[in-house]
């Protein structure tokens, strides 16, 4: 079945260390997306890439990094600049052309800084 | 920029009770696309309807029905006669073209429903 794989589903990190979350789809779509999930603050567009070897910001970028060397692979890396990483990551895909596709969400990746 | 704004952080009802979320969007693009999504508990994001800009029938499936009014940029949604397993964050989301190619999608804040037996 095709769909959005995320993991791993719990993550932890200490303070200083950069990790990096996993996100493959199998939906041949072309565009990714992460998204960053804090209670009451709903969803935040992290960055997003169109097509392959190309991304862009989106509104919280600062702290996070992405590449996007394959077009099933969008994986997201947080680094120590990020201030406070303690959050719900969720990657999703969607067709490159128009607004009017849907996103397909992975299940995501809940990550705790200790 | 767009915005889209779902006044309702909580509603709690009991089962077979009707409930509206509500949700308002702004956006100075005339071709848009509005959705709702539900997340239950497991995190996932799960589809529910898409409505572009230039269809305003209300449409209803099954127990759900959506509501959409262009005149007052809103796009809000009714479960008829809920159950415990619709307890779930809802989101609405406003999808616009980008410049180039593609589009973005913006997120209201989200309603946590629980339905209680």
């Known amino acids: 079945d095709g769909g959005i794989t995320q993991s791993p589903k719990y993550l932890f990190r200490k303070e200083g260390q950069n990790v990096t979350l996993s996100c493959e789809q199998n939906?041949?779509?072309?565009?990714m997306y992460w998204y960053r999930q804090d209670p009451g603050q709903g969803l935040r567009l992290i960055y997003y890439?169109?097509?392959?070897?190309?991304?862009q910001k989106g509104d919280i970028a600062e702290g996070y990094s992405v590449s996007r060397e394959k077009k099933e692979s969008f994986p997201l890396t947080v680094t120590s600049a990020q201030k406070n990483p303690t959050a719900f990551y969720l990657c999703a895909s969607s067709m490159r052309q128009g607004a009017n596709y849907g996103y397909t969400f992975g299940s995501g990746t809940r990550l705790t800084v200790v | 920029a767009q915005k889209v704004t779902q006044a309702q952080t909580e509603i709690s009802v009991v089962e077979k009770e009707d409930v509206t979320l509500d949700c308002v969007y702004e956006t100075r693009d005339t071709t848009y696309y509005l959705f709702w999504y539900k997340q239950p508990p497991s995190g996932e994001l799960v589809f529910l309807i898409r409505?572009?800009?230039?269809?305003?029938q209300n449409e209803i499936s099954g127990r759900y029905s959506w509501n959409f009014q262009k005149s007052t940029s809103s796009f809000n949604f009714t479960i008829t006669a809920s159950q415990v397993v619709d307890s779930a964050v809802y989101f609405c989301?406003?999808?616009?073209?980008?410049?180039?190619?593609?589009?973005?999608?913006?997120f209201g804040e989200g309603t946590q429903l629980t339905v209680n037996p």
């Open positions: 939906l041949n779509h072309d565009a």
């Open positions: 890439s169109q097509i392959v070897n190309d991304f």
């Open positions: 989301a406003l999808s616009v073209p980008l410049e180039t190619s593609g589009s973005r999608l913006t």
């Open positions: 409505r572009n800009s230039f269809d305003e």
